[in-house]
């Protein structure tokens, strides 16, 4: 196995520059204090629209106070951080990361002195707000996975519905792209992360080929070579599915480290909140709704102690984090609507106050 690749990972580490938040840019400063003057919030671009997934119940999870200090640390096109906004009075805040530049561009237009963006993976965030002076917040919004933007856009390498270069980076200005990775990696390594990321049955099968077109002199550099290779090694496939999506899924998960960064996110979060404050993360496969599910369900079971241990229940240790309601899930009219949001999951978790 290599380092950050199992089937449900729950432990892993960034690489040191990924893990800090060296190199984050401040794009907006705002203070706590600060009242609202001539605050706008423009809808998302029409050539860059985006359908933000369980828009309401996740921003009305948050039981957003008025005063308080907020986190989207996943800003993408801006429709929650724009639905809080509207919640917040003018003594609230909110801040909000996202690694992808054009998120970045995005969030400029965002021209309100309680928001405030940071150009950061959100394994960043406690780091960036601690550089802000911010220890406690009153709620976390994550928005996982990829946007459709993202998808949409040939030149980011997604999607096989398009023959662009093989990128798949969310944060273009570093890191390695699909291509740099399939170059450098050796079958056995890339199997596991076609297994492991893409949950994918053939994926022995699947790097064999690609390998082996790579070792023949044709290295694998755009999405319509990788989507035509993988085809000719997966013999069965989910009717309507192309028979590249696992693939697809499990290199931009590999080349993001997006299971990683979540993993060490979640006690972040924990750390974060204020007493009462809430956590609201949206994941959209099972890898990610497992770690999600498998820390809140950790910190609210804290009796670890060995089984008849006599001891009476109000000294058992309490919960850190409690699960609040069932996950939710789109509506039937929302998933007719966008149907990229058939697959989403909300989970709410509330911190107590047990320190």
């Not at 933007?149 to 390695?176: K, T």
Request: aromatic share 4%; charged share 25%.
């Amino acid at each position: 196995m290599i380092k950050g690749v199992s089937s449900a990972p729950n432990q892993a580490s960034l690489s040191s520059n990924k893990a800090s938040a060296t190199g984050a840019v401040i794009l907006e400063k705002s203070s706590l204090a600060l009242p609202v003057l001539n605050s706008t919030l423009p809808a998302a671009s029409t050539t860059d629209a985006h359908i933000t997934v369980l828009l309401d119940e996740a921003v009305q999870a948050l039981e957003i106070k008025p005063d308080g200090v907020y986190v989207d640390g996943t800003f993408g096109r801006g429709g929650h951080s724009r639905k809080i906004l509207e919640k917040l009075g003018s003594k609230g805040r909110l801040l909000a990361f996202d690694r992808d530049l054009k998120a970045i561009e995005a969030g400029k237009h965002i021209h309100d002195p309680r928001f405030t963006m940071l150009h950061s993976h959100f394994a960043g965030m406690q780091a960036r707000l601690a550089r802000l002076g911010i220890s406690k917040v009153d709620g976390i919004l994550l928005d996982l996975g990829i946007s459709s933007p993202q998808i949409d856009e040939p030149s980011r390498g997604f999607s096989f519905r398009y023959d662009a270069p093989l990128d798949m980076r969310m944060d273009q200005s570093s890191g390695q792209t699909a291509a740099e990775f399939i170059a450098a990696t050796t079958e056995q390594q890339l199997a596991e992360v076609i297994k492991n990321y893409g949950e994918e049955r053939f994926a022995k099968q699947i790097a064999r080929a690609l390998i082996a077109e790579r070792n023949d002199g044709r290295a694998i550099t755009t999405t319509g070579q990788l989507a035509k290779v993988v085809a000719g090694a997966v013999t069965r496939f989910e009717p309507g599915q192309n028979p590249a999506t696992r693939t697809f899924q499990a290199l931009r998960i590999y080349v993001n480290q997006e299971l990683e960064e979540l993993a060490l996110t979640m006690p972040q979060c924990l750390a974060l909140l204020a007493p009462q404050g809430r956590l609201a993360v949206i994941s959209f496969h099972s890898l990610e709704d497992r770690i999600v599910k498998q820390f809140v369900r950790s910190q609210a079971n804290r009796d670890d102690l060995p089984a008849n241990f006599p001891v009476r229940a109000a000294d058992l240790p309490q919960p850190k984090l409690i699960a609040v309601g069932k996950s939710i899930k789109p509506s039937a009219g929302e998933i007719k609507a966008n149907p990229r949001s058939r697959s989403a999951v909300l989970r709410v978790a509330q911190r107590t106050d047990v320190l």
